[in-house]
């Protein structure tokens, strides 16, 4: 595992600072800068990336957690850290949402133990949708990725519905055309859909997300169902996914890399695996079989400059999508899993 951060920085810094630059703003985005705390709280990005180096070293699936509870918070109703909301007696909240039964409890630890850190030294003042967009950042660059700065200055949601991520999270057997309404829906392009499924270059997926690919998949012969495994999955893949699985119906926290040959690095190999066949998901492999999505793919798999750069661009974006920087929508939270009124809806 890498963690030459500070080289990522001085490597990408140029790059990312004129993409920043780029950007068009909304007015909501507009009160963001990414020097936001250098009065309240000048330390907070170096805070939050110590107790990140640390939580990664001790446990590698962080970053992967991390990330996805990242791309989970800001897909449903915006980056304001609602997914990190406990349900209470009171209220359930969008961690309860079956499509969330997966978010790892590594990666809420490591922003609990990030926000303690900062309420030592500045109390009250990061929001905890800040320190999770910058958390997902670092760890990107960590584990191989680019680094890119962020506008900071986003406030914490004052609400967080379970039935939500259901409606706005993707799943694993939606077709290309899905994929890309549903990203659309939320104004991101085809080529930034393509750029952000990279993330899957880390961490892992349970095998009931894939399960039809290699035990039941039904392709229509002469009028009949016949229980197949995917033709577009590699047989080598699909024969050792099989064995993995095997119990995976009474043991359902079975899981596999989505990235076969490096799960732990954030490099491009993702792209390269779609060509050879070796996507876990649906979702993955399908963007190598789509004439929309294909292009992108190979130009990713060929270049891995183009997809960091491409990568940090529409993370970015993602990170602006939907925020709350006006006093009434939004709160600092002084612990991420609570608003500071107490449970509500
Ligand atoms: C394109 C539509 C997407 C679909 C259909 C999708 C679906 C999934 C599914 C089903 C899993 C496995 C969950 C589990 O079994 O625990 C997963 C894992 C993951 N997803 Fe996505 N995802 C999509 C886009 C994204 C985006 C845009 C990001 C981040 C920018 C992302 C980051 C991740 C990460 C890092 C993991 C691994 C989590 C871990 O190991 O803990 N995904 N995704
Ligand atoms: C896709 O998956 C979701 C959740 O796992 C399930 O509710 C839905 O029925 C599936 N749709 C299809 C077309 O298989
Ligand atoms: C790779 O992509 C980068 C960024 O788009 C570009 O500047 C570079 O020329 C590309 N390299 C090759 C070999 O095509
Ligand atoms: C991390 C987390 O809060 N996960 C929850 C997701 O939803 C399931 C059930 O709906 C809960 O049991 C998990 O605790």
Known sequence: MKLNMDTHLVVHALL????????????????????YYSK?????????????VQKQISNPTTAAGVLRLFFHDCFVGGCDA????????AARSERDADVNQSLPGDAFEAVARAKAALELECPGVVSCADLLAVAARDLVTMTGGPFYPLRLGRKD???????????????????VSRLVAVFAAKGFTVQELVA????????????????????????????????????????????????ACRDYRRDPTIAAFNDVMTPGKFDNMYFVNLRRGLGLLGTDQELWGDARTRPH???????????????????????????KTGGKNGEVR????????????
């Open 196 to 243: 952000l499924s990279g993330a899957h270059t880390l961490g892992f997926s349970h095998c009931k997300e894939f399960a039809t690919r290699i035990y039941n998949y039904r392709r229509r012969k002469g009028g009949a169902a016949v229980p197949h495994v995917d033709p577009t999955m590699n047989p080598a893949l699909a024969k050792r996914l099989q064995d």
């Open 82 to 89: 609602s997914v990190l909301v406990a349900s209470t007696a």
């Open 157 to 175: 949601g004052l609400s967080s519905s379970p039935a939500a991520p259901d409606a706005e999270i993707p799943h694993s057997n939606l077709t």
């Open 16 to 35: 990312a600072t004129a993409a920043v630059a780029a950007l068009r703003l909304e007015p909501a985005e507009a009160r963001m800068s990414t020097d």
């Open 334 to 345: 002084r612990r991420c899993d609570a608003y500071n009124g107490g449970p509500r809806g």
């Open 297 to 323: 793919v190979e130009r990713y798999a060929a270049n891995e400059t183009a997809f960091f750069a491409d990568f940090a661009r529409a993370i970015q974006k993602l990170s602006h999508y939907g925020v």
């Open 40 to 52: 309240t709280c000048p330390r907070a990005e170096r805070i939050i990336a110590d107790v990140l």
